[in-house]
Antibody, heavy 118, light 111 residues
């Protein structure tokens, strides 16, 4: 059974750092490109970052470029999102998603909530 | 990269058909057949309903169909059911450095 479980969210002050994790099971993680997508309270989905199956290429939304780093450890079947210099506007539910079908996101986790507030 | 444009809300009665539009540009929807549609119920994670404009993943009802013309993609839900009441988002691959963009989202209400 395909499964993604995010962790690492919580309440954090502006300017601080946080690392999210996404543990994968039930599929060949090392064959999937992986995404982070976020959703601010009451708002729509916002694509955040993409990493290819082997970690060779990474892409970011303009809103997070320079502050956020996506990475993966295929030996641990885990995806990461390192978030630095957090802002109030980074408050959101963060989902990890996998691309079993090319150019789409067909496997989703349940999300982890990040709240940036002083 | 601006979000793709969707109507804020669409409604229909049970059994009817509704169509949700998703308008982008020649850098995303118009240039690639990599448009996806997602369904999201309140408090739940999104679920893939359509990929590559018109393909349904295994397990998705054939009441859901997708199409594209120029810079606009569309999702049609036929035989509307109460369980279809949810938010729907389109997304597209884009030639920009950001690679992906979502639509603004559409709330579907079953009357």
């Amino acid at each position: 059974q395909v499964h993604l479980v995010e962790s690492g969210g919580g309440l954090i002050q502006p300017g601080r750092s946080l690392r999210l994790s996404c543990a994968a099971s039930g599929f060949t993680f090392s064959s999937y490109a992986m995404h982070w997508v976020r959703q601010a309270p009451g708002k729509g989905l916002e694509w955040v970052a993409l990493i290819l199956y082997d970690g060779s290429n990474k892409y970011y939304a303009d809103s997070v470029k320079g502050r956020i780093t996506i990475s993966r450890d295929n030996s641990k079947n885990t995806l990461y999102l390192q978030m630095n210099s957090l802002r109030v506007e980074d408050t959101a539910v963060y989902y990890c998603a996998g691309s079993g079908y090319p150019y789409t996101m067909d496997v989703w986790g349940q999300g982890t909530t990040v709240t940036v507030s002083s | 990269q601006s979000a793709l444009t969707q109507p804020a809300s669409v409604s229909g009665s049970p059994g009817q058909s509704i169509t949700i539009s998703c308008t982008g540009t020649s850098s995303d929807v118009g240039d690639y057949n990599y448009v996806s549609w997602y369904q999201q119920h309140p408090g739940k994670a999104p679920k893939l309903m359509i990929y590559e404009v018109s393909n349904r993943p295994s397990g998705v009802s054939n009441r859901f169909s997708g199409s594209k013309s120029g810079n606009t993609a569309s999702l049609t839900i036929s035989g509307l059911q109460a369980e279809d009441e949810a938010d729907y988002y389109c997304s597209s691959y884009t030639s920009g450095s950001t690679r992906y963009v979502f639509g603004t989202g559409t709330k579907v209400t079953v009357l």
